[in-house]
């Protein structure tokens, strides 16, 4: 089975600031996805960046950006030049790459609140 | 709007009733997957259909039950309501291959009272 684990239950930062969300994993798995969901306070779901773990190059997305280590299980997410909507609980998530098996486990959640 | 309709968005009932919920997958997706948030839980995967076929089941109670109809929507029965039911349900969609994430409705705020 599949477990995510993210560290950090809550995090600030000032507007256009940097900051980074950590994110681990376990899995015996070789390929995957893994993806960083957002969720404001209107409690709708928002998929912000997706990674595919058989390619090495790390996903960006304008202001968000990964940081993949497959070796370590590790996928943080950065936000580059928070803004006051980037507000919102951020779930890490997995979804192995086997037909049948399409869940995806989610990480108990961070919420980051950005300070004007 | 992402596509996934869900309703109703609120709901609240009385312990020990039963209630359905309702989702309408995003046009073209065969999978629908249904989680439940409640506050202690997170995010916990309860059941995926996929073109009406059940395709996996996660911490679902018994008192729960789902399906997927031939025009892809599906519906969780929620029965023998308890308190610890209060949950935000989300249903969600996808293209099941393919790795791409899943698109998730605006969620109904289930209330037991």
């Known amino acids: 089975a599949q477990t995510v684990t993210q560290s950090q239950p809550e995090m600030s930062v000032q507007e256009a600031e940097t900051v980074t969300l950590s994110c681990t994993y376990d899995?015996?798995?070789?390929?995957?996805?893994l993806f960083w969901y957002k969720q404001p306070p209107s409690r709708q779901m928002i998929l912000v960046i997706r990674?595919?773990?058989?390619?090495?190059q790390n996903a960006t997305e304008n202001r968000f950006s990964v940081n993949f280590q497959k070796a370590a299980k590790s996928f943080s997410l950065k936000i580059s030049d928070s803004q006051l909507g980037d507000t919102a609980m951020y779930f890490c998530?997995?979804?192995?790459?086997?037909?049948?098996?399409?869940?995806?486990?989610f990480g108990t959640g961070t919420r980051l609140t950005i300070i004007p | 709007d992402s596509g996934v309709t869900q309703t109703p968005k609120h709901l609240i009932t009385a312990t020990g009733q039963r209630v359905t919920l309702r989702c309408s997958p995003r046009?073209?997706?065969?999978?629908v997957y249904w989680y439940q948030q409640s506050l202690d839980q997170g995010l916990q995967f309860l059941i995926h259909?996929?073109?009406?076929?059940?395709?996996a089941k996660g911490n679902i109670l018994e008192r729960f039950s789902a399906q997927q109809f031939p025009d892809l929507h599906s519906e969780l029965n929620l029965s023998s309501l308890e308190l610890g039911d209060s949950a935000l349900y989300f249903c969600?969609?996808?293209?099941?291959?393919?790795?791409?994430?899943?698109?998730f409705g605006s969620g109904t705020r289930l209330t037991v009272v």
């Open positions: 969600a969609s996808s293209i099941n291959e393919g790795g791409y994430g899943y698109t």
């Open positions: 899995t015996s798995e070789s390929n995957y996805y």
């Open positions: 990674q595919e773990a058989y390619k090495q």
């Open positions: 998530a997995f979804r192995p790459y086997v037909f049948g098996n399409e869940k995806l486990t």
């Open positions: 046009s073209g997706d065969l999978s």
């Open positions: 259909y996929y073109n009406g076929e059940e395709r």
